[in-house]
C-alpha cells in the first residue's frame, strides 16, 4: 500500500490525465492535505500534463517504439 501522499498524488495525476475538466479547488487541497507545497503541485501538474502531451503527440503521428 502506497503512504498516504504517494496515493494522493497519483488520484491527482490519473484525474487530470482522464477527467481533466473535472479537476477543482479540491484537488489541490487535497495535495496541501498531505503536506505538498504550492510549488510541488505546480511540479505535480506540469509533469503529468507534459506527459499526458508527449504521448498524446506521438500517438497522433503514430510514431512507434523502436524494438
Given at each position: 500500500m502506497l503512504p498516504p501522499r504517494s496515493r494522493?498524488?497519483?488520484a491527482?495525476?490519473?484525474k487530470l490525465t482522464l477527467a481533466p475538466a473535472g479537476m477543482?479547488?479540491?484537488?489541490?487541497?487535497?495535495l496541501?492535505?498531505?503536506g505538498?507545497?504550492?510549488?510541488?503541485?505546480h511540479d505535480a501538474a506540469g509533469v503529468v500534463a507534459y506527459?499526458?502531451?508527449?504521448?498524446r503527440m506521438a500517438l497522433g503521428l503514430?510514431?512507434?517504439l523502436e524494438t
Open positions: 494522493a498524488l497519483v491527482y495525476a490519473l477543482s479547488q479540491q484537488d489541490v487541497d487535497d496541501r492535505g498531505v505538498l507545497s504550492d510549488g510541488a503541485i506527459y499526458n502531451f508527449v504521448n503514430g510514431v512507434e
